[in-house]
């Protein structure tokens, strides 16, 4: 039986997914930084490990406790939405320290048994911010692209022996962190400047009156199939809108 283990577990994409593998079969580590108990199913096939990527500690601890695995789900990140001039840089290197740092550094800490096993996946998810020009993202698409090309450079370095990395880019779901902030306008550390407000305003009434959205399930059976995939696909978009805009480019 496979073992797969997920970081951000406790809601969203991550909760999804834990749960489409665990419904599958498979052993699953959900990985949290606050765990929660109920959010998950019970099970002796799933267990809840305390995981803060951007802690060094916590990343060997939460391996340690997981054992040997089979797939790495890189899904943990923070939102960030607002106008780049009143964004603090602070703000800036907290987002990229969880959604590229963090990514890296689990992967890191997951590569010697896949390598030495010469078998396993890494997806990281990303976002459909990559494949498109969405307003108001400066700082998260940058944090979500730098992802994308590190996978897609490690994904060679990987293949000579046995193991893979894909990335699945997610579309627009309501029921993330990042839809409430955007239906507020801008993420609470990343306030719109006056001069920006009528034409932020109006870009974020766009995004949440667009036809198509993604579908947290469609997420879970979509890095499903990135981990199952044999054909040496790179890239997954996840979501309605988001192969819309795949197949746009």
């Known amino acids: 039986m496979k073992t797969v283990l997920i970081t951000g577990a406790s809601s969203g994409y991550g909760r999804e997914t834990a749960r489409y593998f665990h419904s599958q079969g498979w052993n699953v580590i959900a990985t949290m930084r606050t765990p929660r108990a109920g959010v998950l199913p019970e099970s002796d096939r799933l267990r809840i490990v305390r995981l803060d990527v951007t802690e060094p500690r916590s990343i060997t601890a939460?391996?340690?406790?997981?054992?040997?695995?089979?797939?790495?789900?890189?899904?943990?990140?923070?939102?960030?939405?607002?106008?780049?001039?009143?964004?603090?840089?602070?703000?800036?290197?907290?987002?990229?320290?969880?959604?590229?740092?963090?990514?890296?550094?689990?992967?890191?800490?997951?590569?010697?048994?896949?390598?030495?096993?010469?078998?396993?996946?890494?997806?990281?998810?990303?976002?459909?911010?990559?494949?498109?020009?969405?307003?108001?993202?400066?700082?998260?698409?940058?944090?979500?692209?730098?992802?994308?090309?590190?996978?897609?450079s490690l994904a060679l370095e990987l293949a000579p022996f046995g193991v893979q990395a894909k990335t699945v880019e997610p579309g627009a779901c309501l029921t993330t962190n990042f839809a409430a902030n955007a239906a507020k306008g801008a993420s609470p550390d990343e306030p719109v400047p006056a001069p920006y407000a009528p034409w932020a305003k109006q870009a974020m009434a766009d995004f949440t009156g667009q036809d198509l959205f993604t579908k947290e399930s469609d997420v879970a059976e979509t890095v499903w199939r990135a981990v199952h995939d044999t054909t040496g696909q790179l890239r997954f978009p996840a979501g309605p809108d988001a192969v819309a805009l795949s197949q746009a480019k």
């Open 62 to 152: 939460a391996f340690e406790a997981a054992g040997p695995v089979d797939v790495l789900v890189n899904n943990a990140g923070v939102p960030s939405i607002g106008v780049f001039e009143g964004t603090p840089m602070a703000r800036v290197r907290e987002v990229f320290d969880t959604n590229t740092f963090g990514v890296m550094a689990t992967t890191q800490a997951v590569l010697p048994q896949f390598r030495e096993r010469g078998s396993g996946v890494v997806v990281n998810v990303t976002s459909s911010v990559v494949l498109g020009h969405m307003p108001l993202t400066a700082v998260y698409k940058a944090s979500k692209m730098a992802v994308e090309g590190f996978t897609a």
